[in-house]
């Protein structure tokens, strides 16, 4: 009894076979039929069968009590052994579906997504994959967490409404137990993720979970698997963890580059955005033999309908090579495009259409810069060493947070420092008195940073406050300083507009985004990692005046031409009129070539540069 439902049928068959063969035999002893009959042994047992499955054949019976009463036994024995049976049955299907409910079955399936572990990543990621998985026939993602198979696909459904094309299929299991993996068939998958799980070591969860996947048994092309950490000295264990076929993303140090590019340039968060979704313009590799020797400044104007940013050769990434570089038969080209599709050669090489209106490079001289920072949380020292990568030498910085060990911790980040000067006060971030004392009227740039003391929702809360006072003040006094802020929830952002902030960084949206355009293509790792570091290009927002005369009538080639002068690759702009605009904020990226469009003064041209 104790093995299932399967035991149970076979212990009633023998049972049944039993109660045949016994009351068969006392039957045929009897020989109940006229002299000279034919009766067999095998049509009394044929008989008692009879009787075992249907109770009605025992009203048709005659002869002595001899035959009577084994027949009557055998069709009250054989009540018993049906009835039982479809208990027994009944009971086992019962099981069997609350084992799919429990979400312990195997996913047959192959190409489809993993993911391993439950977060608020995961919607993002679902989301984000439901887009770019739309030209697939039958895309499927398959989840594997420990919580209730029913209450994730109820939550998903609530949050994320209808997915198109796109099925998810939840299992419950632990994705750090090597068995409980094989519910979601790793082996046939094109990618796994392994989310951050919102636990107080993740970085541990996720380092475990990376290990048993390696442990694992692979066939010769294994899926890439694509993972965050939270804290940088975590990231060489999550590297060896993971093997050559993992791409591992350090959080913070991704979360910090952000903020402090976007803090020096309003919008760029929108732009990385743009670049990483799945919604608008993304990046592609693309062989294209036919430009083989054709130089990068010209290969600039080959595409009509996307962007050329960079080169991959031999492994090595390229961003905005220098314009004389030539290319080779065997480089992809890094291309920003809505679509694959798009990525079509011109028939005709494109030419700046309004090549007067270029401005006249001219080198801009760095300025010393103030920098004030409200609150701190986890990424406060990598957002003070990052920035001191950017800003001119005698720039100065001061810290305004509630916590009183955050001086001491600066204090000690000086003899680090190269470029800039520190200073550390405390302040309430909520309290607007505090805030009156701070002065922030002399300081060129703000950025508030989410409290991750509390809970994010009530650290948002906190940052939503700061957020309208700040802009309260700067509209009494009028006075003039960028504010960029730091949000934990994409939706708490939105809330944000009304205090007219000049850039947001949602820091888990953009890691979501991250992880899903990795797991798409591995290659893109390199790519991303250059855009965010201080070393290389990066992508910058310059003013439009800057590359060409404002209020002309000029096309989008002629703002690549001003940039490529420069040693440049102009990929967009940023339109001043419309940067409270949702969902753009007045970005445009990848213009046609042939797009016609006029420069004001506010608006800012989108370039990859070396600083």
């Not at 489809?112 to 977060?119: F, Q, R």
């Not at 402090?260 to 062989?287: A, H, K, M, N, W």
């Not at 001289?365 to 001119?392: C, F, H, M, Q, T």
């Amino acid at each position: 009894m104790s093995k299932g439902a399967p035991a149970m049928i076979g212990l009633l068959g023998i049972l049944s076979a039993v109660l045949v063969i016994v009351f068969g035999v006392m039957g045929y002893l009897a020989r109940p039929m006229p002299e000279g009959a034919d009766w067999s042994i095998g049509k009394t047992l044929w008989m008692a069968l009879l009787h075992a499955m249907d109770p009605g054949t025992v009203t048709a019976d005659e002869g002595s009590a001899f035959w009577i009463f084994p027949m009557f036994a055998v069709t009250i024995g054989g009540i018993f052994v049906v009835a039982a049976l479809v208990g027994v049955i009944t009971t086992g299907l019962d099981a069997k579906l609350d084992d799919l409910r429990k979400g312990r079955s195997r996913v047959v399936e192959e190409g489809h997504t993993v993911l391993l572990g439950w977060s608020e990543q995961l919607f993002t990621v679902i989301s984000e994959l439901a887009v770019a998985k739309e030209s697939e026939r039958r895309p499927c993602v398959a989840i594997l967490a420990d919580r209730d198979k029913v209450e994730m696909e109820d939550e998903i459904r609530a949050r994320l409404g209808s997915l198109g094309k796109l099925r998810v299929v939840c299992r419950t299991g632990s994705p750090t137990e090597p068995a409980d993996l094989d519910l979601v068939s790793p082996h046939g998958a094109a990618a796994v993720l392994v989310l951050t799980p919102e636990v107080d070591d993740p970085d541990a969860s996720v380092i475990k979970t990376l290990l048993a996947l390696s442990s694992r048994e692979w066939d010769e092309n294994p899926p890439h698997v694509v993972a965050a950490i939270r804290q940088a000295q975590n990231l060489p264990p999550a590297r060896l963890a993971g093997g050559d076929h993992a791409s591992v993303v350090d959080v913070d140090d991704l979360g910090a580059r952000l903020v402090v590019q976007s803090s020096r340039q309003s919008g760029l968060s929108v732009v990385c955005t743009d670049l990483l979704d799945f919604g608008g313009d993304e990046i592609y590799l693309r062989p294209e033999p036919g430009l083989a020797g054709t130089p990068f400044g010209v290969a600039l104007f080959a595409y009509e309908t996307a962007t050329l940013i960079g080169l991959r050769r031999r492994g090595r990434v390229w961003l905005n090579p220098r314009p004389d570089t030539r290319v080779e038969a065997d480089d992809e080209l890094i291309l920003v495009a809505e679509d694959d599709s798009t990525i079509r050669l011109a028939p005709t090489p494109l030419r700046p259409g309004a090549p007067r209106a270029i401005v006249r490079p001219v080198r801009r001289a760095s300025k010393p810069e103030r920098v004030l920072v409200i609150g701190w949380n986890a990424r406060g020292v990598k957002i003070v060493k990052e920035l001191d990568n950017y800003v001119a030498p005698g720039s100065r910085l001061q810290v305004a947070a509630a916590q009183p060990d955050v001086e001491p911790r600066v204090k000690a980040l000086a003899a680090e420092l190269r470029n800039l000067h520190t200073a550390c006060q405390i302040c309430e971030p909520t309290d607007r008195g505090s805030l009156e004392t701070l002065g922030i009227g002399e300081f060129d740039h703000v950025i508030v940073l989410a409290d991750d003391t509390v809970e994010p929702e009530k650290a948002d809360s906190q940052t939503l406050v700061t957020l309208l006072h700040l802009r309260d003040m700067e509209f009494r006094r009028n006075e003039r300083y960028s504010i960029v802020s730091e949000m934990n929830d994409e939706r708490n952002q939105r809330l944000a507009q009304v205090t007219k902030a000049d850039d947001f960084v949602v820091g888990s949206k953009l890691i979501s985004l991250l992880l899903t355009q990795l797991s798409e293509n591995r290659h893109l790792s390199a790519v991303f990692k250059q855009l965010f570091e201080a070393e290389g290009s990066e992508i910058y927002l310059r003013p439009a005046e800057e590359y060409v005369a404002l209020g002309q009538r000029i096309d989008f080639a002629t703002v690549i031409e001003a940039a490529r002068l420069r040693g440049e690759t102009a990929i967009g702009y940023r339109v001043l009129a419309d940067a409270q605009e949702v969902p753009s904020y007045g970005v445009r990226l990848n213009p046609a070539k042939t797009a016609q469009l006029s420069m004001a003064r506010g608006d800012r041209v989108i370039v990859l540069a070396e600083d």
